[in-house]
């Protein structure tokens, strides 16, 4: 997902200059006369679903000093958002990989072990490449660079291959406008995974999926469980006051892709999707910040809307990420109260509705440097 967007404008030039990042530690350094209020004890919490990942962040929503959520307004806003369509998205698998599902699921979750930060945090230029007569960008370049590594011969979805590859080769792959951002970072992930598959599965995303239970959770035993057990690069967890706070945000997207876009084909099924959350990234922030279900402390509104870098596991980042996964499945819950039994939803579903709607705002969204969003 995009770090940042090229064309974002300053809104806040006039905010109080207190807030600052930490030299040590990376925290913001605030003023608790100016943080949002500390929740009630009469918290809400939404009804359990058999998702791990809300389920971890009670802790969070408890205790958090620079963010709110606005439970009157979610409910004000289910009130008009109930009468969307909602539909179920169908996320299309990339240049009819769907014909073969195992290529298919390969495909996904190696494209999916990098899919991270694509603009440049200083220049705000965005990573893209030509492929097939078009000009890709984001995610997307991404995407064409390793269709186009496939074409070539380059065998960029086998374990063996992503233990060992190179810079010079990781360069070639994926050249572009620029180097692609995170170069590094990338790099060490496709290692990591690779080593994984290559000593487990036989080098295959594919073997590893069937050699789970069609569920996201199993008591250990689901695809998530199992993912972020042993690839550690998908383990997208955060410690707060102690306790572990699950987001699991690349995890659940690659199975989401794999389930939406392989549906017709029946090739993956998944028996609890339900049990999904919202995928905790740089947009769902920006939409319910606009649509003021959620709202930041004047020191963290400050550093969101002058571009300031949030550190990765900050409280800050983690109150960002954490109140978006709360807020959603609250949302969620509300709309559901005013459908009929054949037009309920799920998470995921008004995810894709926020998503598509505001990853093009012009307004600013937190930025944070890390290869899990």
């Given at each position: 997902?995009?770090?940042n967007?090229?064309?974002?404008r300053?809104?806040v030039?006039?905010?109080?200059?207190?807030?600052?990042?930490?030299?040590?530690?990376?925290?913001l350094l605030?003023?608790?006369e100016?943080?949002v209020?500390?929740a009630?004890?009469?918290?809400?919490?939404?009804?359990?679903?058999g998702?791990?990942?809300?389920?971890?962040l009670?802790p969070v929503?408890?205790h958090?000093?620079?963010?709110?959520?606005?439970?009157?307004?979610?409910?004000?806003?289910?009130?008009?958002?109930?009468y969307e369509?909602l539909?179920?998205?169908?996320?299309?698998?990339?240049?009819?990989?769907?014909?073969?599902?195992?290529?298919?699921?390969?495909?996904i979750?190696?494209?999916?072990?990098?899919n991270?930060?694509f603009t440049?945090?200083?220049?705000?230029?965005?990573?893209?490449?030509e492929?097939?007569?078009?000009?890709?960008?984001?995610s997307?370049a991404?995407?064409a660079?390793l269709?186009r590594a496939?074409?070539?011969?380059?065998?960029?979805?086998?374990?063996k291959f992503?233990a060992?590859?190179?810079?010079?080769?990781?360069?070639?792959?994926?050249?572009?406008?620029?180097?692609?951002?995170?170069?590094?970072?990338k790099?060490?992930?496709f290692?990591?995974v690779?080593?994984?598959?290559?000593e487990r599965y036989?080098?295959?995303?594919?073997?590893?999926?069937?050699?789970c239970?069609?569920?996201?959770?199993a008591n250990?035993e689901?695809?998530?469980?199992?993912?972020?057990?042993e690839?550690?690069?998908?383990?997208?967890a955060?410690?707060?006051e102690?306790?572990e706070?699950k987001?699991y945000?690349?995890?659940?997207?690659?199975?989401?892709?794999m389930?939406?876009?392989?549906?017709?084909?029946?090739a993956?099924p998944?028996?609890?999707?339900s049990?999904?959350?919202?995928?905790?990234d740089?947009i769902?922030?920006?939409?319910?910040?606009?649509?003021?279900?959620?709202?930041?402390?004047?020191?963290?509104?400050?550093?969101?809307?002058?571009?300031?870098l949030?550190p990765?596991?900050?409280?800050?980042?983690i109150?960002?990420?954490a109140?978006?996964?709360y807020?959603?499945a609250?949302?969620?819950?509300?709309?559901?109260?005013m459908?009929?039994?054949?037009q309920?939803i799920?998470?995921?579903?008004?995810d894709?509705?926020?998503?598509?709607?505001?990853?093009?705002?012009?307004?600013?969204?937190h930025?944070?440097r890390?290869?899990?969003?």
């Amino acid at each position: 997902m995009d770090p940042n967007h090229p064309t974002r404008r300053r809104f806040v030039a006039g905010i109080s200059s207190s807030v600052m990042l930490a030299s040590a530690g990376g925290r913001l350094l605030r003023n608790v006369e100016t943080s949002v209020p500390a929740a009630n004890p009469g918290l809400r919490w939404p009804k359990p679903i058999g998702s791990p990942v809300i389920e971890s962040l009670r802790p969070v929503i408890e205790h958090s000093i620079d963010v709110a959520t606005n439970v009157d307004k979610i409910v004000e806003v289910a009130g008009w958002m109930a009468y969307e369509e909602l539909p179920m998205p169908h996320m299309s698998v990339p240049y009819g990989l769907d014909k073969n599902p195992p290529v298919a699921m390969d495909f996904i979750m190696v494209a999916t072990s990098i899919n991270s930060a694509f603009t440049d945090f200083k220049t705000h230029v965005k990573f893209e490449v030509e492929y097939e007569g078009q000009l890709r960008s984001d995610s997307d370049a991404m995407v064409a660079c390793l269709k186009r590594a496939m074409d070539s011969g380059v065998p960029i979805l086998d374990g063996k291959f992503l233990a060992g590859i190179t810079r010079p080769q990781f360069e070639k792959i994926f050249a572009g406008n620029m180097e692609i951002p995170m170069l590094e970072e990338k790099l060490q992930c496709f290692h990591e995974v690779g080593q994984v598959l290559a000593e487990r599965y036989d080098g295959r995303f594919y073997n590893f999926i069937k050699s789970c239970p069609p569920k996201l959770y199993a008591n250990g035993e689901g695809l998530v469980d199992r993912l972020v057990k042993e690839f550690p690069r998908f383990n997208d967890a955060s410690s707060f006051e102690g306790r572990e706070i699950k987001f699991y945000k690349l995890a659940q997207l690659g199975f989401w892709g794999m389930y939406s876009g392989l549906l017709s084909t029946g090739a993956f099924p998944l028996d609890d999707i339900s049990k999904m959350s919202a995928f905790a990234d740089y947009i769902i922030p920006v939409a319910l910040r606009l649509m003021g279900i959620t709202r930041y402390s004047p020191a963290l509104e400050k550093a969101v809307d002058s571009f300031q870098l949030i550190p990765r596991d900050s409280t800050q980042e983690i109150e960002i990420r954490a109140h978006s996964l709360y807020a959603t499945a609250l949302l969620t819950e509300e709309i559901n109260k005013m459908r009929g039994a054949g037009q309920q939803i799920i998470i995921p579903q008004l995810d894709a509705r926020l998503w598509s709607h505001y990853h093009t705002t012009l307004w600013p969204h937190h930025l944070t440097r890390t290869i899990m969003y």
